[in-house]
T-cell receptor
């Protein structure tokens, strides 16, 4: 079983739609969680951290469910510019401070005009 | 954007030749990482460094070595390149703790 699992998609949605991605992780001791965005042939870029209380940044909302070991990302009012691959990322080593991140394989989002 | 550069950005080499990829940062971050990205596997950690001359292996370290003689530079060496090392290589940096991890622009390596 992979340490971090995501539905690879693609998710094809029209502009203005709301779309949600889920991700599950296997290490229950994992401490910190992130969503990264990666455009085609570019480097991954941090989108947002994920906290148990949930956090929101504009049209993006991230949520962590520790009991079920899953992380979610909700995108409201999708824009064409949201088209990208979204990577679910887990840091099992917080406290050790080395930030050896574990990446999911990514979910591809294609927003259609 | 975080100050991370990678060189070269593209390289084609032949099987059996040595290859060195360079990562340079201007952020003075303690931690540096080398990842490779392949279809179906996502990003996988090759080696990382937690200080000058301090390095450790990651998930897929076989066939790779690293060196860090200065805070700002982290080198990845393929001693004898193989076709299975054809990949996109990303360098990353972090200040540690809850510090976020930032990636360089990547190096596309093709081993023929």
């Amino acid at each position: 079983r992979k340490e971090v699992e995501q539905d690879p998609g693609p998710f094809n949605v029209p502009e203005g739609a709301t779309v949600a991605f889920n991700c599950t992780y296997s290490n229950s001791a994992s401490q910190s969680f992130f969503w990264y965005r990666q455009d085609c042939r570019k480097e991954p870029k941090l989108l947002m951290s994920v906290y148990s209380s949930g956090n929101e940044d504009g049209r993006f909302t991230a949520q962590l469910n520790r009991a079920s070991q899953y992380i979610s990302l909700l995108i409201r009012d999708s824009k064409l510019s949201d088209s990208a691959t979204y990577l679910c990322v887990v840091n099992p080593n917080y406290g050790g401070a080395t930030n050896k991140l574990i990446f999911g394989t990514g979910t591809l989002l294609a927003v259609q005009p | 954007d975080a100050g991370i550069t990678q060189s070269p950005r593209h390289k084609v080499t032949e099987t059996g030749t040595p290859v060195t990829l360079r990562c340079h940062q201007t952020e003075n971050h303690r931690y540096m990482y080398w990842y490779r990205q392949d279809p179906g596997h996502g990003l996988r950690l090759i080696h990382y460094s937690y200080g000058v001359k301090d390095t450790d292996k990651g998930e897929v370290s076989d066939g790779y070595s690293v060196s860090r003689s200065k805070t700002e530079d982290f080198l990845l060496t393929l001693e004898s390149a193989t076709s299975s090392q054809t990949s996109v290589y990303f360098c990353a940096i972090s200040s540690g703790g809850r510090g976020w991890v930032y990636f360089g622009p990547g190096t596309r390596l093709t081993v023929t």
